[in-house]
Structures are given as structure tokens and as C-alpha cells.
């Protein structure tokens, strides 16, 4: 096993594998979201504007963090935001927010967000990962106080791929982006 693979990084995680902290549940911060797009929320083309569907994206997953850590948390990144359709006026667009991985300060939640029709089917038009940190009144980083309990394969391959979202990200921050 790598450092990375521990959750262990350059940034002084010392969480991971052998994580002690008490842990909770994905289900636990799951956070789901409903919103209909309104005029305000248009471009001139009549789709929905992308930073209004950011803000949103943000919103679910911040709200998914403060429950998973129980503490004031602020946005570090937001990353690999795919656009994969639009919406449109009238649209019920769902978010729903689940935290992939703990780390000692920092903690990521993906956010899935989909158009809903009439019969309750739902397309996705976008995916994204954002990286929370845990703070202090002072805005310093503070340490998560539960660990993230691994209930299924699919909660495993979205902790392995966050490990690896987390390296690149250190990666970039090494390079200055
Ligand atoms: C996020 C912030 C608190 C991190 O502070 P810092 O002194 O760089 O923190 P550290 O280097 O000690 O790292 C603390 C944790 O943050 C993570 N982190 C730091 N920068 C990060 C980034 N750009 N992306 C993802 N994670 C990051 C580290 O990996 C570490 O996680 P870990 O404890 O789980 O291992 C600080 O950069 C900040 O306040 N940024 C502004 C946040 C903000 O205002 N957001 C709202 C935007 S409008």
C-alpha cells in the first residue's frame, strides 16, 4: 500500500485504512435537493445558466459536509464540474449530495444533478467533486472529528476514486494551479 492509498498525504492526513475515529455513514449527510428553474435562472438562450447550477452544487454539497462533520466547513475546490445537457425553463432539476471521503481536515462530496420528468425519471446533466475543509472561527483548518464508514462496493469505488482525485490535486497545488 502507497501513502495515497492510506489516505495519507503531503498535506499530513493521518487518517485512513486504520482510520480510528468514529465513523458515519454515507447515508448519514446524504443530501437531496429540488429545484424548478425559473426565469431568473435563464440565459438568453433559454437554458439554464452553468454558475447558477453551481451555486446550487455547492449549496447540496456544503450542506452534506456540516452534517458529516458536525463543524463549520468552507469550499477548498471545486473540480471536474462536466456539463453533460442542459435544462430549461419549468425543469425540476434534483441534486443529490453524498460525501465520498474523510480525510483529517478536508472531506469531498460528489454531487450528481439531474432533470426530472413527470414520471419521476431522471437524466444526469452534471457531475462534480468538491473538496470541503473543516475550520475554526479563526478560518484554520481543524480536524474532522468521524471518519467515513465503507458500507458497499459502490461506496469503496467512489472512496478509491476520491483518493486519486485528492493526489492530483495535491500534484497541482505542488505546480502552483
Ligand atoms: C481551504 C483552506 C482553509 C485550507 O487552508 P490551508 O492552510 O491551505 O490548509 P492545509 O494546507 O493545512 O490543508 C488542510 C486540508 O485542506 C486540504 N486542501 C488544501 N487546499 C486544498 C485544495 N486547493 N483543494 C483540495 N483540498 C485542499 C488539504 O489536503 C488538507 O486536507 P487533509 O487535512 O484532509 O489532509 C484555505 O486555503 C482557505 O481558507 N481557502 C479559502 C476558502 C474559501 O474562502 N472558500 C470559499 C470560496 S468563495
Not at 425559473?38 to 438562450?45: A, H, Q
Amino acid at each position: 500500500m502507497t501513502d495515497l492509498e492510506y489516505g495519507l498525504g503531503k498535506q499530513g492526513s493521518d487518517y485512513g485504512a486504520g482510520d480510528p475515529r468514529p465513523k458515519r455513514t454515507v447515508q448519514f449527510s446524504q443530501v437531496e435537493n429540488i429545484y424548478v428553474i425559473r426565469y431568473e435562472n435563464i440565459n438568453p438562450t433559454g437554458r439554464l445558466f452553468g454558475g447558477q447550477l453551481v451555486s446550487w452544487i455547492d449549496e447540496v454539497a456544503g450542506a452534506c459536509a456540516m452534517r458529516h462533520t458536525g463543524l463549520a466547513v468552507t469550499t477548498a475546490s471545486i473540480d471536474n464540474l462536466t456539463f453533460r445537457r442542459g435544462a430549461y425553463l419549468g425543469d425540476r432539476v434534483v441534486l443529490l449530495g453524498r460525501m465520498t471521503y474523510v480525510g483529517r481536515t478536508s472531506c469531498e462530496v460528489r454531487v450528481d444533478s439531474y432533470v426530472e420528468d413527470k414520471e419521476g425519471f431522471r437524466r444526469l446533466i452534471n457531475r462534480a467533486f468538491l473538496t470541503y475543509v473543516a475550520i475554526s472561527e479563526e478560518g484554520k483548518p481543524l480536524d474532522i472529528p468521524y471518519g467515513l464508514e465503507v458500507n458497499s462496493v459502490a461506496e469503496q469505488a467512489r472512496w478509491d476514486g476520491a483518493l486519486l482525485r485528492r493526489g492530483n490535486r495535491i500534484s497541482r497545488k505542488d505546480v502552483g494551479f
